[in-house]
Structures are given as structure tokens and as C-alpha cells.
């Protein structure tokens, strides 16, 4: 058989981007398929050590740093009206031995970046073009666009969303369902500096995430009703910008919303598998779940890294049976674990049932009154398994950490 690359990567998001110039530097050929990236997207990214980690070894972190802020705190904070409430919980960077926990990066800025990338890596072709047919077969998987051409290649990464048509062509079940939540995403300006924290408000419809941005400015993702998101995004400069500085306790002083608001809708997608019939699945075609404590990407990238492992391992055929299997065995846990935490969060925020709320409150009280069990907890956030090795380190100066 005849076959145009080794790979088709499909999607010009983050992860398909991603996915591209990884395995084209692992030694495979690539077509990229896919529309324009999307320069109007607001939303920021906060990426983890580890997926930074990756960036580098990819010769595009340094280009990403520029308009990106670091992260050396993060809290969450209860904001609900409840009688029942937790404390707030701070997790500092120093106490696991880093600088910061990642660095928040605006989409805007990171899609040029990968976009070129892409155009200056060998090994790369793109066709700025839709797969309207996915044809996966026993030898090699074919993908129909709408220029008119075919591509065949011995596997097919589906990077191409949570609705994704390669998973379904792929013969891939999956759940999936509306968490009954919008996300208001924007930036705004400040007059107090955030010096480089994160605060997660816990409120009764979801949470209301503030990142630091560059200077005296911080982007929010308010999850929401949806229509309650709606209302809130038609809201005068003003009137939002009020609502906003009220919601934080005006911890960054007075607050003036910028331009270019958006809405997403939030839901859950988990597939049955990871991979069937050449094709495996990364990014938002592999998971979904609402925007808690920062792994929507990162979870992405660490989909990429095993779909590299297993190309390096399977080079002569990477979209054969027992490559996609050793795909799904790889990626099978950290999602499974990633998706089931967040939903579980996500859901105990918005129940009322009081049993929930105290076994939440518990173990957040917990969590912050002990720093062994949270630095764990820090250590699994950045990557999964960490946490467990972290404890059988030797503890260096964090051991003498004490919270304040």
C-alpha cells in the first residue's frame, strides 16, 4: 500500500499542534490537517511544570514565555452562602522545591507559536482543510477532505474536539453529557498585583477561577448557569466589572473588565477506549470535563507524550492493533483518575446535600492543616503518580516549610 505519510494528525488546536511537531521530531511523517487556527480564542491555558518540561524539549517553550504570567500560588477559597463552609486552602510552589507550578498562557499568544512551529519543523505537510470521511481500515486509515483530496496514512490522531468524527468513525463509544453549566471567559484589570496567585472561588454553580495574567491584569473563567452566563456577559463594562471585584472580595483592588467576552458551554465526554481501528484520540477527543484545577491541556499534552512513546516503540507500524493498545494502556489511568476528580468536585459543589458538603469541607480542612498530605497533593496536580513518589524523597529544605 502506498501511504502519504505515517501520520494524520487532525486538528489545529493546542493538542493537534502539539501532536504534530512531537512526532515529526520522533522520526515520523506528518500531514496536519485541519481549518485556520483560531486567533479569536480569549481563553488563557495554565500549564504545569511537566507540560513545560515538554514544551522545551520541543524548542518552543522560550518564544511562550513572552505574555505569559507564573504561578507560585494557588487557593481555593469557599464562596458559597452556605452555613456549612470550608476554609480557605494555599498551595505555594516552595513547599514541593519549585519556582512556580506552571505559567498561564493566553491562547491568543500560544496558537502563532505552535502554528510556526509547525511550518519550520521537517517532516510536516499541512492542508488548511476539513476530513469530511474517515475510512480506517486493517492496513492504513484514510481520510477524505474537503479539498478534494484523500490522505492515507498507517494511523490517524484525532485531535479534532470533543464531538470528534474520527471517534466516531473509529467505532468509539462514549459518554457524554451537559453539566448544566456555561463558562463566562474574559480579562480584566486590576489595581492591586496578584503576585502570581491563582484563586479558585468555590460557589454553588461551579467555580470562579482567577489566573494572573502579564502586569496588573488577571483572566477569570466564571462557571455558571447557562443562562445566568449569558446575562452576566451582556452586562454593561461597568456593571460587570462590579460584580466581579464583589465576587473576589476585591482581594485585587478596583476591577475594569476588558474587551471580548466569550461564552462555552461545559460538558462531559469520556470515551470507552483511547484508540480502535488506527486511530487514537488526544486532547478534547479523549476527555472532557469542566475547568477545574488546570488539566484540561496538560492532560492533552501528556496524551501527545504517550502517543510518541508508542510510535518510537511501534515505528514500522504505529496504528497496528498492539500499538493502540499499548496507547489505551497507557493513557486508560491518568484520565480515568483526572476525569472522575473533577466531576466529583465539580458535583459537590453544586449539591445542597449536607452529608456532601460536610465529607468536602472535611477534606479540604484536612488538606490544609497538614503539609505532607498536601504537598502529595500538589505533587499529583502537576503530574499523576508524583504525589506517591514524592513521599518516599528525601525532603530537602520544603521540610521546613511552615504554613502561615
Given at each position: 500500500m502506498n501511504y502519504d505519510a505515517d501520520i494524520v494528525v487532525?486538528?489545529?488546536?493546542?493538542?493537534?499542534?502539539?501532536?504534530?511537531?512531537?512526532?515529526?521530531?520522533?522520526?515520523?511523517?506528518?500531514?496536519?490537517?485541519?481549518?485556520?487556527?483560531?486567533?479569536?480564542?480569549?481563553?488563557?491555558?495554565?500549564?504545569?511544570?511537566?507540560?513545560?518540561?515538554?514544551?522545551?524539549?520541543?524548542?518552543v517553550l522560550e518564544e511562550l514565555r513572552d505574555g505569559s504570567a507564573?504561578?507560585?500560588?494557588?487557593r481555593i477559597a469557599d464562596a458559597t452562602s452556605r452555613i456549612l463552609r470550608?476554609?480557605?486552602?494555599?498551595?505555594?510552589?516552595?513547599?514541593i522545591g519549585e519556582e512556580y507550578f506552571g505559567l498561564n498562557i493566553p491562547n491568543r499568544n500560544m496558537l502563532p507559536v505552535l502554528e510556526r512551529a509547525v511550518k519550520s519543523t521537517a517532516n510536516i505537510r499541512t492542508e488548511e482543510s476539513i476530513v469530511t470521511e474517515w475510512l480506517p481500515g486493517d492496513d492504513a486509515v484514510q481520510a477524505k477532505l474537503a479539498n478534494g483530496k484523500t490522505i492515507t496514512a498507517r494511523l490517524a490522531a484525532a485531535a479534532d474536539?470533543?464531538?470528534?468524527?474520527?471517534?466516531?468513525?473509529?467505532?468509539?463509544?462514549?459518554?457524554?453529557?451537559?453539566?448544566?453549566?456555561?463558562?463566562l471567559v474574559l480579562d480584566f484589570a486590576h489595581t492591586?498585583?496578584?503576585?502570581?496567585?491563582?484563586?479558585?472561588?468555590?460557589?454553588?454553580h461551579g467555580p470562579f477561577t482567577v489566573v494572573p495574567l502579564p502586569g496588573m491584569r488577571s483572566s477569570l473563567v466564571w462557571v455558571n448557569r447557562p443562562r445566568r452566563a449569558e446575562e452576566l456577559k451582556a452586562l454593561p463594562d461597568a456593571e460587570l466589572s462590579r460584580l466581579i471585584e464583589d465576587r473576589m472580595q476585591s482581594i485585587l483592588g478596583r476591577v475594569e473588565v476588558e474587551p471580548g467576552r466569550q461564552v462555552y458551554s461545559l460538558t462531559a465526554v469520556l470515551p470507552s477506549r483511547f484508540a480502535a481501528n488506527r486511530i487514537a484520540l488526544v486532547g478534547e477527543a479523549a476527555h472532557v470535563f469542566?475547568?477545574?484545577?488546570?488539566?484540561?491541556?496538560?492532560?492533552?499534552?501528556?496524551?501527545?507524550?504517550?502517543?510518541?512513546?508508542?510510535?518510537?516503540?511501534?515505528?514500522?507500524?504505529?496504528?497496528?492493533?498492539?500499538?493502540?493498545?499499548?496507547y489505551d494502556q497507557l493513557r486508560?489511568?491518568?484520565?480515568?483518575?483526572?476525569?472522575?476528580?473533577?466531576?466529583?468536585?465539580?458535583?459537590?459543589?453544586?449539591?445542597?446535600?449536607?452529608?456532601?458538603?460536610?465529607?468536602?469541607?472535611?477534606?479540604?480542612?484536612?488538606?490544609?492543616?497538614?503539609?505532607?498530605?498536601?504537598?502529595?497533593?500538589?505533587?499529583?496536580?502537576?503530574?499523576?503518580?508524583?504525589?506517591?513518589?514524592?513521599?518516599?524523597?528525601?525532603?530537602?529544605?520544603?521540610?521546613?516549610?511552615?504554613?502561615?
Open positions: 487532525a486538528g489545529t488546536g493546542p493538542a493537534g499542534l502539539l501532536a504534530a511537531i512531537a512526532l515529526a521530531q520522533a522520526g515520523c511523517s506528518v500531514i496536519l490537517v485541519g481549518p485556520p487556527i483560531n486567533s479569536g480564542d480569549r481563553r488563557t491555558t495554565a500549564l504545569m511544570k511537566p507540560s513545560l518540561d515538554f514544551l522545551d524539549g520541543l524548542g507564573p504561578l507560585r500560588v494557588m470550608s476554609p480557605v486552602v494555599t498551595f505555594r510552589a516552595v513547599e474536539g470533543r464531538g470528534s468524527p474520527a471517534r466516531d468513525a473509529a467505532g468509539i463509544r462514549v459518554r457524554s453529557a451537559s453539566t448544566g453549566q456555561s463558562a492591586r498585583h496578584h503576585d502570581d496567585t491563582s484563586t479558585e472561588f468555590h460557589t454553588e469542566p475547568p477545574i484545577g488546570a488539566q484540561g491541556l496538560n492532560l492533552g499534552i501528556r496524551d501527545v507524550e504517550s502517543l510518541v512513546k508508542v510510535a518510537r516503540r511501534y515505528m514500522n507500524d504505529p496504528g497496528a492493533a498492539p500499538a493502540l493498545s499499548y486508560r489511568p491518568d484520565i480515568l483518575a483526572r476525569s472522575s476528580a473533577v466531576d466529583l468536585l465539580n458535583r459537590s459543589l453544586m449539591s445542597d446535600a449536607l452529608p456532601i458538603q460536610v465529607l468536602r469541607t472535611a477534606g479540604l480542612s484536612v488538606i490544609g492543616a497538614l503539609p505532607p498530605l498536601r504537598s502529595f497533593f500538589m505533587r499529583e496536580g502537576l503530574r499523576t503518580g508524583s504525589g506517591i513518589t514524592g513521599l518516599f524523597r528525601e525532603r530537602g529544605p520544603a521540610a521546613r516549610f511552615r504554613s502561615e
